[in-house]
């Protein structure tokens, strides 16, 4: 099995969901006592949050590169950056390393397409849903994306900020996203992806009438197919 490297803590607890899915679906593929090879660079959040917050994206960009050399020097084969907004730098990255780059965007699109699907909603921080480095990748691979009305976007991005990323998960803002799924369904979505991985904390399939793409688990899919290749 080739070793995975991830770039992680963006936020530590959706990173802690990676590491458990990829090596659950390493035993599956298998069994036995079969885990992960992997090495994990978990990057401090308020250092992050706070270049996001400060529009200081090279800053981050050179930072996370950084993390990308150093799993490659530590023996990584391919790497994977373990959040949907931090894919803005996702360049930086691959332009700092020769292993192959997962990138969640590109596999997210392709699970949307194998379900017949060509038109989805998309829910993430604002950073996602806003601009374009994730909307427009989706768009490449032929997808209709449907974003949250301006309003619903505060509220989506507020509860990954102020309520998930530190691990509170409030039945009010689970509420809150049903209906907001629910308007995107009405504006044509025939499915949401649920393009930041705390989200995953909050909402799952019992909670929409529509299909919803766990980019976390859809990605640590990717991953261990990769690595067993």
Known sequence: ?????????????????????????????????HSARCVLASVDFDEIEQLQMAGEWGKAAELLANEGRLLQASGADLIVLCTNTMHKVADAIEAATTVPFLHLADVTADAVAKAGISSVGLLGTRFTMEEDFYVKRLQSHGLRVVIPSPEDRVIVNRVIYEELVLGEVREESRAEYRRIIGELGARGAQGVILGCTEIELLVGEADSALPLFATTRLHAEAAVAAALA
Not at 17 to 27: D, G, Q
């Open 1 to 33: 099995m080739k070793k995975i490297g991830l770039i992680g803590g963006m936020s530590w607890e959706s990173s802690a969901l990676y590491y458990r899915l990829i090596n659950e679906l390493t035993k599956e593929h298998l069994g036995g006592f």
